[in-house]
Each structure stands twice: as structure tokens, then as C-alpha cells.
T-cell receptor
Framework: DTGVSQDPRHKITKRGQNVTFRCDPISEHNRLYWYRQTLGQGPEFLTYFQNEAQLEKSRLLSDRFSAERPKGSFSTLEIQRTEQGDSAMYLC?????????????FGPGTRLTVL | KQEVTQIPAALSVPEGENLVLNCSFTDSAIYNLQWFRQDPGKGLTSLLLIQSSQREQTSGRLNASLDKSSGRSTLYIAASQPGDSATYLCASEGETSGSRLTFGEGTQLTVNP
């Protein structure tokens, strides 16, 4: 169990550019979640996958955001035409096995800064 | 819509003190409540998960309780240490909100040596 990993850890981009983040969940977990966290706030839910199916999307996830989990393993979150308001920490979590199957384990996050 | 509130927003205590962090939620129809720790600039570390059928969970110096009917959870930290300094977040998974967690804004704890 190597934990949830995210790449990159930091990303600085200019407004209008596209960015893509990757999340690798704990290997045996079938559920994967994306959250966004701004300074001083708790994380806010963005979207959720069970295996490769995207089962839920928040209204926070505008049409500039897209997430995929093509083979039910790793996931990517893409933001098109970034805006300064997209600056935040993007957190990935996974869950899905054992007696605490719904306990969510988080990765270290990707901090996005849009200039 | 579930709302989660954490009080206090910040807490500073001397080393060795026992302390209680509070979490309240508006919708009692929850599957579970999870407590996390977050160090500055880092991800979240899961501390304790309480299923809706449980009243409390313990891990080392940490004890979390859940009272669904009153919409409250508490995290008790015994014999606090400077290494406990972090932001503590509670989050609920609702019966009608899918698998999403709804978070409070956290309590920033400082334990002074």
C-alpha cells in the first residue's frame, strides 16, 4: 500500500492555458474522488468515479473541467482556459475495500497557481 | 443541503492539556463521519471514521464520538503534544448525497511547548 499519489505537486500557469493533473489511487480501491480546497476553507467535492464510471459531478465542475478514469485505475483532471479563480489545491482521494470501505484516503494534492 | 460547522476556528493550548474539538452538521441522515488532520500545504491524513451505527472510535490519544440525533461529533485529544499542531477537519458522508464528503472549515490547533 503506497498511498494515493498525485502529480505534479505544484503547477504555475498563465491564465488561458490548459493544465492536466494525475491521480494514482491506492491500488485495490475502486472509488476515486476529486476535491478542491482554497486557503482557509475545507475541501469541496468536484467529482467521483466508481471504477471507470463517473457517477457524480458537482455544480462546481464547470464545462472547462473534465475528469477521466479510463481503465478504472489512475485518473486525470483537466482544466481548460484556466482562470485566476481556479487557483487552489486539487486533492484526490480513494476508497473501497475492507471493513472501512468508505473511508477516504487523500493524496498530497496538486497546488495550482494561475497568474 | 448538508452544512458542517467546526468550532472553534482556532485553538491554542499548552503542551499536555486535554482538548475537545467540535463538529456539527445540519442533516442527521449520514452514513459516517470522518476526522482528518492537515498540516500546512499538505494533503489530508485520515484519523478516525465513525460509521452511523457507532457512537465512538478510538485511536491512541484520539477519541471521536458521534451523536446523530443532535448532529454533533467531537474529537478528544488527550495529553496534547506540539506535534499535534495542525488543522483538524471533520467531514460527513450523507445518505442522500452519494459518496461525497461535506467538510467543515476546520479548527487550527496550536500546541505550545
Amino acid at each position: 500500500d503506497t498511498g494515493v499519489s498525485q502529480d505534479p505537486r505544484h503547477k504555475i500557469t498563465k491564465r488561458g492555458q490548459n493544465v492536466t493533473f494525475r491521480c494514482d489511487p491506492i491500488s485495490e480501491h475502486n472509488r476515486l474522488y476529486w476535491y478542491r480546497q482554497t486557503l482557509g476553507q475545507g475541501p469541496e467535492f468536484l467529482t467521483y468515479f466508481q471504477n471507470e464510471a463517473q457517477l457524480e459531478k458537482s455544480r462546481l465542475l464547470s464545462d472547462r473541467f473534465s475528469a477521466e478514469r479510463p481503465k478504472g485505475s489512475f485518473s486525470t483532471l483537466e482544466i481548460q482556459r484556466t482562470e485566476q479563480g481556479d487557483s487552489a489545491m486539487y486533492l484526490c482521494a480513494s476508497s473501497g475495500t475492507g471493513t472501512s470501505y468508505n473511508e477516504q484516503f487523500f493524496g498530497p494534492g496538486t497546488r495550482l497557481t494561475v497568474l | 443541503k448538508q452544512e458542517v460547522t467546526q468550532i472553534p476556528a482556532a485553538l491554542s493550548v499548552p503542551e499536555g492539556e486535554n482538548l475537545v474539538l467540535n463538529c456539527s452538521f445540519t442533516d442527521s441522515a449520514i452514513y459516517n463521519l470522518q476526522w482528518f488532520r492537515q498540516d500546512p500545504g499538505k494533503g489530508l491524513t485520515s484519523l478516525l471514521l465513525i460509521q452511523s451505527s457507532q457512537r465512538e472510535q478510538t485511536s491512541g490519544r484520539l477519541n471521536a464520538s458521534l451523536d446523530k440525533s443532535s448532529g454533533r461529533s467531537t474529537l478528544y485529544i488527550a495529553a496534547s503534544q506540539p506535534g499535534d499542531s495542525a488543522t483538524y477537519l471533520c467531514a460527513s458522508e450523507g445518505e442522500t448525497s452519494g459518496s461525497r464528503l461535506t467538510f467543515g472549515e476546520g479548527t487550527q490547533l496550536t500546541v505550545n511547548p
